[in-house]
């Protein structure tokens, strides 16, 4: 009988430390759950209230709406986050339904709207204007011209006009004849230009 006495009293001490060691590790998981859930709402959030700000001003147009929301509201680091855009004077559409051209725009509105949120010293931007007609490009290159001279810094690399000819300097990037594995530079201040501009203008 003493030992089941001290069997039932070493089963009862150890169930206690499990239960203790239980509630410590939950107190902990609830802890990181929090300051996880904490972190992603201050990245996201700014970015979700910027984003319909931003396309707006890329589309120039107040019609254009874009939204942000977590698939899952309780723990959105679990799950997809989603994005939907309506282009201006259209109805709604899923993302995949939009055209090339509107995914860009959609894009570029993620991209600065995560600038806003944590500015970048500079962005390198590929070809954007691949997908965009000529006046989705005019739109989006008076938009980086103007943040260009607020709070970025854009090196964009683009073969037409309507889009390097708001730059502030050019740079060309050529073969050399005598050896096609080497490259040549040339280089070109617009703002020398634009300024001979405002002068003659002042002038007149």
Do not use: W
């Not at 931003?54 to 989603?82: C, H, T, V, W």
Request: glycine share 4%; aromatic share 8%.
């Amino acid at each position: 009988m003493e030992i089941v006495k001290e069997k039932e009293a070493e089963t009862t001490e150890e169930c206690e430390t499990a239960r203790k060691k239980a509630r410590k590790a939950r107190q902990l998981f609830e802890k990181v759950k929090a300051d996880r859930y904490k972190r992603f709402q201050e990245c996201f959030e700014p970015v979700a209230q910027k984003i319909d700000e931003i396309y707006k001003q890329l589309s120039r147009n107040e019609s254009a709406q874009a939204f942000l929301g977590a698939d899952n509201m309780e723990e959105p680091y679990l799950e997809g986050i989603a994005y939907n855009c309506v282009a201006p004077g259209k109805r709604f559409r899923p993302m995949d339904n939009l055209s090339g051209g509107e995914k860009t725009v959609a894009a570029l509105a993620l991209l600065f709207a995560m600038h806003a949120r944590n500015p970048s010293p500079f962005f390198v931007l590929d070809e954007i204007d691949a997908a965009l007609d000529n006046t989705n490009i005019g739109k989006v290159a008076s938009f980086i011209s103007e943040r260009a001279r607020l709070d970025m810094q854009l090196v964009v690399i683009s073969l037409k006009e309507e889009f390097y000819n708001k730059a502030d300097g050019l740079v060309g990037i050529y073969p050399q004849p005598a050896n096609c594995t080497v490259s040549g530079v040339l280089t070109l201040d617009l703002t020398t230009f634009k300024q001979s501009h405002l002068d003659s203008s002042a002038v007149d």
